[in-house]
């Protein structure tokens, strides 16, 4: 199975693009850890809606973190998928502090890691006109910056690290990105 990763900050259009990839291929998954850290919450009772967590303290959400990690492995190892499509962070915001969000033992299940990158005012104008509820770290156009850089600090160690390849898209056109991430993971 290949895996790809899809890496940056909310609201760049990851999951946009991986579902328009889904609808062209057959036998893709898709694995989003967020999405599954917030399921996982909310079938505890640790948390009603999206923006409670950012109220639990790190220990739970580091515990829910490693339930959705341990989820990801089975799912690779099972081998279900011809690709697996992975939504997912390269740091994110803990204690208010950015942190590497990728553990060194889970990257060798990586073959391909892509950063779907926005400009800065795009984006902003993007999140604060969509529906979806969102954290304050998502929303607010200064932590977006610095979210943003710390990324590419994290995707470029990786690449040079690990030796993996760092495909760069730039997500203003949905349609094009579709298609240009499609021609790269043909390869």
């Not at 690709?83 to 553990?103: G, T």
Request: hydrophobic share 35%; glycine share 4%; with cysteine.
């Amino acid at each position: 199975m290949k895996t790809i990763f899809f890496g940056w900050i909310h609201g760049v259009g990851k999951s946009s693009i991986i579902q328009g990839i889904m609808k062209e291929k057959e036998n893709i998954g898709h694995y989003s850890f967020w999405e599954n850290v917030r399921k996982l919450a909310k079938k505890s009772g640790k948390i009603h809606d999206i923006k409670e967590l950012s109220w639990l303290s790190n220990e739970v959400r580091l515990e829910l973190l490693q339930e959705a990690k341990k989820k990801f492995r089975d799912i690779v190892t099972s081998e279900l998928y011809d690709i697996l499509l992975v939504d997912n962070h390269f740091s994110v915001y803990e204690n208010k502090q950015l942190v590497k969000a990728l553990d060194d033992e889970d990257i060798p299940l990586y073959d391909t890691f892509i950063l779907v990158n926005v400009p800065a005012d795009i984006l902003h104008t993007r999140i604060s006109q969509d529906n979806k509820q969102r954290t304050r770290e998502s929303c607010d156009k200064e932590k977006m910056v610095h979210h943003s850089i710390y990324e590419r600090k994290i995707a470029e160690e990786i690449k040079k690290k690990w030796n993996i390849d760092l495909i760069e898209v730039e997500n203003i056109d949905l349609h094009e990105s579709i298609k240009e991430v499609q021609k790269r993971i043909e390869k």
